[in-house]
């Protein structure tokens, strides 16, 4: 599988609710990070990602993501992407709709790609 593959991948297990899945593909490496869009939506170290991620599918429902934009680029054993989306889905249990801008990085381990960063912001309604 290749970066751009990896990351649909990524965003398919946030639809599907799958932490295992999501937990597999983040690096244990200590530079790993994962900052969303809450105040102290922060993580470092992949060892701290399974938690993160369980808590994710835990408290969200029915969640869709349109791709507005997105860009992988590859170099040797190192990617990164961007993308524009709009979330809808049910966050403890309350509609949201959230235009999200995500960035990353990866890593690949082995013969696979790990995600070692992950940015999310919400954008400015129009």
Known sequence: MDACQTVKTYFDALIAGDTDRLADMMSLADHYVKIGTEPEEHIEGGENARDYYQNIVANAADITIEYEHLDTQERG?????????????????????LAVRLTGVLEKEGETWKFVQIHASVGVPA
Do not use: C, H, M, S
Not at 85 to 96: C, D, S
């Open 77 to 97: 054993d190192v990617a990164w992407f961007y993308t524009r989306q709009i979330w809808r889905l049910k966050w403890l249990g309350n509609p949201e709709e």
